[in-house]
């Protein structure tokens, strides 16, 4: 399940209701999908569109989205820094970013217009919806490793535009789940 953290609160939240009661408030619609058979994370992509077949359905006639895919990203992963770095300064797209985290984790920063920066730490079965215009920026935990289901409405509409206001300078892109090993 996410981990969500208001770091101007110093809050924390880990109940699925209040996180889902949260993210609602500042717009973010998130959700916990099960497959409808158990699939391993590493099954081919197909499989993986088939298992969640009915889930993807539901959110594209909800949502207008016309194409799913599955994004693998990993250390080996060519041009990864360049990727990540596109993606860890603040910005919006004019498309809705719909993620349904099959392995691996990742980070969230939502900056409402009017509310505090939320982080949302997503791991595998988490489903978050970033709707287009929302500010946001988005960081790997440390082992650098996610796979994900995308939707789109318009592939052509996924590249982001700068806020370039530097907020995400003020926050630490720092994932708290398993991949986070203290110093001792
Ligand atoms: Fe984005």
């Keep these: 399940m996410a981990i969500v953290t208001i770091p101007d609160e110093n809050r924390t939240i880990r109940e699925i209701e209040a996180i889902t009661e949260h993210l609602a408030s500042i717009g973010i619609d998130y959700e916990r999908w099960k497959p409808s058979k158990e699939i391993a994370p590493t099954a081919e992509a197909e499989e993986i569109l088939a298992a969640y077949s009915d889930e993807i359905e539901k959110l594209k006639a909800r949502g207008g989205y016309v194409t799913a895919d599955v994004i693998d990203v990993n250390p080996q992963t060519a041009g990864l820094d360049e990727m990540l770095a596109r993606f860890s300064r603040e910005h919006w797209h004019d498309e809705d970013e719909v993620r349904f985290i099959i392995h691996g984790r990742g980070l969230f920063h939502i900056h409402p217009r009017d509310g505090q920066v939320t982080a949302i730490e997503v791991e595998a079965g988490d489903l978050i919806r970033v709707p287009r215009g ?51």
Excluded at 152 to 173: C, D, K, L, R, V
């Design 134 to 184: 929302t500010h946001h920026w988005f960081n790997l935990c440390s082992d650098r490793e996610i796979r994900a289901i995308r939707l789109f409405q318009n592939p052509s509409g996924w590249a982001p535009s700068y806020t370039e206001s530097g907020a995400e300078a003020g926050y630490h892109p720092v994932c708290l789940g398993p991949s986070y090993l203290p110093a001792i």
